[in-house]
């Protein structure tokens, strides 16, 4: 199967290009390396996938339609998997406009790629701030999401409504994966649990928004992995499926096990509650285990302390990787 995989650089795209990979999938990344963070970090998540056959790297933008369509006329494409986006609660606040561009123009140009090229099966990368400040816990698919509380998740409600409308006019088999909280090597450093770690262990004042009761569903990349991985296999129709550990750990408790894998204690300058943010999430992950046999694995103390392992065996002698 011929996978393209957009934001292939990124983060999560890195982890699942070398996932389909070592399934002997063929992949082609698709990703325009934005300065959102160092460049550099992008061409080290993808370092062990250069030299394979059967990876292919495209250095373009999803808002430049003519190039993604010159993607789809060349490689013969089975599935798109969809993870390229402006992400972060707070940046979407603060550039609303960058956020609907990139994120729904941009999906809106993959979505009439499928349609051009007759590709039927989708994988869209959502998110859990669709659910807002969700008074029901633990989150289900069937709640309301109507109150997005951020820019970034009304962009990501908003591709989920495009991607439905695709698949009704055009039965483009779909899944919308609503990610929690993903975390692990090669994680954004800007994202919290690669921010406190780093400024821990450079005994540096971390930033604490809140008063550390606000709670989150971190997500280890292996498990949204084979939640990805799954979804190939399970692929028909239109689904929007969460993806989460179904725990959720508070703030406080989460630097207190950073702290514990650096064998570090925390200097802490508290900050009140950012505009955006939300109280909690927490992922019912009942629809998922039904639907695609997804069980997630890695308790957040474990996750964490790999984290942390990655941390110290890479990032420290990783230029790339510095503030």
């Excluded at 250069?50 to 060349?74: A, E, T, Y």
Aim: neutral net charge.
């Amino acid at each position: 199967m011929t996978i393209l995989v957009t934001g292939g650089a990124g983060f999560i795209g890195s982890h699942v290009c070398e996932a389909l990979l070592a399934q002997n999938h063929r992949v082609i990344c698709y990703d325009n390396f934005d300065d959102f963070y160092d460049p550099k970090i992008k061409e080290l998540n993808i370092s062990n996938c250069i030299s394979s056959p059967n990876f292919k790297l495209i250095r373009n933008d999803i808002l430049n339609f003519s190039g993604l369509c010159g993607v789809f006329r060349s490689d013969s494409i089975d599935l798109v998997i969809h993870l390229a986006a402006r992400a972060g609660v707070r940046p979407s606040i603060e550039n609303p406009k960058l956020y609907q561009k990139v994120n729904i123009e941009g999906t809106m140009n993959i979505l009439e790629a499928l349609r051009e090229f007759s590709v039927k099966k989708f994988i869209l990368a959502s998110s859990s701030s669709v659910y807002g400040n969700n008074r029901k816990a633990p989150y289900s698919e069937s709640d309301n999401v109507d109150f997005a509380i951020s820019p970034y998740a009304a962009t990501k409600k908003a591709c989920e409504i495009l991607a439905y409308t695709y698949h009704h006019l055009y039965q483009i088999d779909t899944f919308c994966l609503r990610f929690f909280t993903v975390y692990g090597p090669r994680q954004r450093p800007e994202m919290a649990i690669h921010y406190f770690t780093r400024y821990i262990d450079q005994n540096a004042k971390i930033n604490l928004y809140g008063d550390g009761t606000s709670q989150r569903d971190y997500t280890y990349i292996e498990d949204i992995v084979d939640g990805i991985l799954k979804s190939i296999s399970h692929l028909k129709g239109y689904e929007i499926i969460n993806l989460g550990e179904s725990q959720t750990t508070s703030l406080a408790d989460l630097v207190g096990i950073i702290e514990r894998a650096l064998n570090k204690k925390a200097s802490i300058n508290w900050l009140p509650m950012q505009p955006g943010d939300v109280a909690m999430t927490f992922a019912d992950i009942t629809k998922a285990k039904k639907i695609i046999n997804y069980e997630p694995k890695t308790q957040i103390e474990n996750g964490i302390m790999k984290f942390v392992q990655w941390y110290s065996d890479n990032f420290q002698s990783n230029q790339a990787n510095r503030d």
